[in-house]
T-cell receptor, first 119, second 113 residues
Framework: AQKVTQAQTEISVVEKEDVTLDCVYE???????LFWYKQPPSGELVFLIR??????QNEISGRYSWNFQKSTSSFNFTITASQVVDSAVYFC????????????????FGQGTILTVHP | GAVVSQHPSRVICKSGTSVKIECRSL??????MFWYRQFPKKSLMLMAT?????????EQGVEKDKFLINHASLTLSTLTVTSAHPEDSSFYIC?????????FGPGTRLTVL
């Protein structure tokens, strides 16, 4: 069975601080996908990144960066120079690759981390 | 990018009534859609997988007679909460699949009085 653990329930930082959100996953599959989503107060999920299990390269997108380490089954997310607009709930998620490789299938979400950035 | 809509965005109903929530893929066809439920300050839990033209696949613990799912066309899946009770109050989110992409709807907040 798949499992995603986000051990940090809530994080509070002051604007311009860097913050790292942890994500640890469990799966028996060799091919899988990892995701990060942002959920602002409106409730709508905002897609941030998708990474497949064969691509361990770290990625940077503006102030966001992701560190994928298969050896520790972790996919951590760092926000550099945080801003008030970054305040939201962040979810890490995992899905198995489906037969034929044309589908991500159902997602297993972590518990979410509530990030509050204070001015 | 692809857009998935949900209707209504908010609904308040009396206990014992049924509520239908629609999930539409607006600019692509989706043979598979997923329904998730999110309780306040909790994670998203998959309820069921909706397949066009066939019966939905429900996750363990989800009552199929209570949460009726119909995927009658390639752009529409509906979730009907039958005989709703206050404990069914939740945020319901659908997602629709296109090849190599999955798109989430904005969610429907259901409050049962």
């Amino acid at each position: 069975a798949q499992k995603v653990t986000q051990a940090q329930t809530e994080i509070s930082v002051v604007e311009k601080e860097d913050v790292t959100l942890d994500c640890v996953y469990e799966t028996r599959d060799t091919t899988y996908y990892l995701f990060w989503y942002k959920q602002p107060p409106s409730g709508e999920l905002v897609f941030l990144i998708r990474r497949n299990s064969f691509d361990e390269q770290n990625e940077i997108s503006g102030r966001y960066s992701w560190n994928f380490q298969k050896s520790t089954s972790s996919f951590n997310f760092t926000i550099t120079a945080s801003q008030v607009v970054d305040s939201a709930v962040y979810f890490c998620a995992l899905s198995e690759a489906q037969a034929g490789g044309t589908s991500y299938g159902k997602l297993t979400f972590g518990q979410g981390t509530i990030l509050t950035v204070h001015p | 990018g692809a857009v998935v809509s949900q209707h209504p965005s908010r609904v308040i109903c009396k206990s014992g009534t049924s509520v239908k929530i629609e999930c539409r893929s607006l600019d692509f066809q989706a043979t598979t859609m997923f329904w998730y439920r999110q309780f306040p300050k909790k994670s998203l839990m998959l309820m069921a997988t909706s397949n066009e033209g066939s019966k939905a696949t429900y996750e363990q613990g989800v009552e199929k007679d209570k949460f009726l799912i119909n995927h009658a066309s390639l752009t529409l899946s509906t979730l009907t909460v039958t005989s709703a009770h206050p404990e069914d109050s939740s945020f319901y989110i659908c997602s629709a699949e296109r090849v190599n992409e999955q798109f989430f709807g904005p969610g429907t907040r259901l409050t049962v009085l």
